[in-house]
């Protein structure tokens, strides 16, 4: 079993929908990282949480560290968030090293 | 603009060829970070520099060396490239010396080696 877990693995939706993405561990963490991979490559932090909630424009992201689950909510989808969603945890015991899930591959349709 | 700097985005090896991957931040951040992104994996750390004079193995180190010249600057070396090796790179640097802050990725180096 992989020590951070994402589903779903592949998420199409319709222009304006309300996406969310999960993300599921089973290590102790000192933060978890949401990531964005656009099809050219880059790589782009979007969040970096150790406890409750971030907003940033359409994005929303929360962590429940009882629970050791995390979400990625965009509301008002849009064509142009299409990308890969990546959930990576900090590790207590190392903290230099991510472990990272398998990421999400987004597709918003107009 | 501030950020990472890899270079070069594109490179096609010969087996045995060698080869320097270079990344620098201008964000004055002290840790610095190689990894590799394969087909169907996660991102898997290379090595890493806590602060500028440490270098230590990642998960993956084998094949590669590193340095760091500088605060700013981490280079990552391939002494005999294998086709093993074809990936793509990412630097990252964090501005504390741990992965419990934010990070930032440079835009990747595609490398094949054949």
């Known amino acids: 079993k992989n020590e951070v877990e994402q589903s779903p693995q592949n998420l199409t939706a319709q222009e304006g929908e309300f996406i969310t993405i999960n993300c599921s561990y089973s290590?102790?963490?000192?933060?978890l990282h949401w990531l964005q991979q656009h099809p050219g490559g880059g790589i782009v932090s979007l969040f970096m949480?150790?406890?409750?909630?971030k907003k940033h424009g359409r994005l929303i992201a929360t962590i429940n560290i009882q629970e050791k689950h995390s979400s990625l909510h965009i509301t008002a989808s849009h064509p142009r968030d299409s990308a890969v969603y990546i959930c990576?945890?900090?590790?207590?015991?190392?903290?230099?090293?991510?472990?990272w899930g398998a990421g999400t591959k987004l597709i918003i349709k107009p | 603009n501030a950020g990472v700097t890899q270079t070069p985005k594109f490179q096609v090896l010969k087996t045995g060829q060698s080869m320097t991957l270079q990344c620098a931040q201008d964000?004055?951040?002290?840790?610095m970070y190689w990894y590799r992104q394969d087909p169907g994996m996660g991102l898997r750390l290379i090595y890493y520099?806590?602060?500028?004079?440490?270098?230590d193995k990642g998960e993956v180190p084998n094949g590669y060396n590193v340095s760091r010249l500088n605060k700013r600057e981490f280079s990552l070396r391939l002494e005999s490239a294998a086709p093993s090796q074809t990936s793509v790179y990412f630097c990252?640097?964090?501005?504390?010396?741990?992965?419990?802050?934010?990070?930032?990725f440079g835009q990747g180096t595609r490398l094949t080696v054949v």
């Open positions: 290590v102790g963490i000192s933060a």
């Open positions: 990252a640097s964090t501005l504390k010396g741990q992965m419990n802050t934010e990070a930032f």
């Open positions: 949480l150790s406890s409750g909630k």
């Open positions: 990576a945890v900090s590790n207590w015991d190392s903290n230099y090293q991510l472990i």
């Open positions: 520099s806590a602060s500028e004079g440490t270098t």
């Open positions: 964000m004055n951040h002290n840790s």
